[in-house]
Nanobody, 127 residues
Framework: QMQLVESGGGLIQAGGSLRLSCAAS????????LGWFRQAPGRKREFVAV??????????AYADSVKGRFTVSRDNAKNTAYLQMNSLKPEDSAVYYC??????????????????WGQGTQVTVSS
């Protein structure tokens, strides 16, 4: 059973940067897509970014709201993925989750396409 642990969240001022990490154990994910999602209070969890598995050449996709500001990456040798978040805005405040897909190598964006989820890390951006 794969386990995912996010880290790197915190409180930061608008315009600042944070890098989230997602460490996987209990399995390898090199061939599976790894996605980042977020959920703000009172809102549904939403897609943020994804990086595909090795078979996809590491294809990436982003939500329009973060495109150009966030960058997703992965280090398969370390079983770790990252989400670099720059130019943060108050509306980026949310609990951020990483997830590993259930056998999809492409840059998939739907929650139902993901089998393993972390517990989340809080990101709060002050204005």
């Amino acid at each position: 059973q794969m386990q995912l642990v996010e880290s790197g969240g915190g409180l930061i001022q608008a315009g600042g940067s944070l890098r989230l990490s997602c460490a996987a154990s209990g399995g390898t994910f090199s061939n599976d897509a790894l996605g980042w999602f977020r959920q703000a209070p009172g809102r549904k969890r939403e897609f943020v970014a994804v990086i595909g598995g090795s078979w996809s050449g590491g294809a990436t996709a982003y939500a329009d709201s973060v495109k150009g500001r966030f960058t997703v990456s992965r280090d398969n040798a370390k079983n770790t993925a990252y989400l670099q978040m720059n130019s943060l805005k108050p509306e980026d405040s949310a609990v951020y989750y990483c997830a590993v897909s259930s056998g999809y190598a492409g840059a998939v964006k739907l929650e139902l396409q993901y089998a393993y989820w972390g517990q989340g890390t809080q990101v709060t951006v002050s204005s």
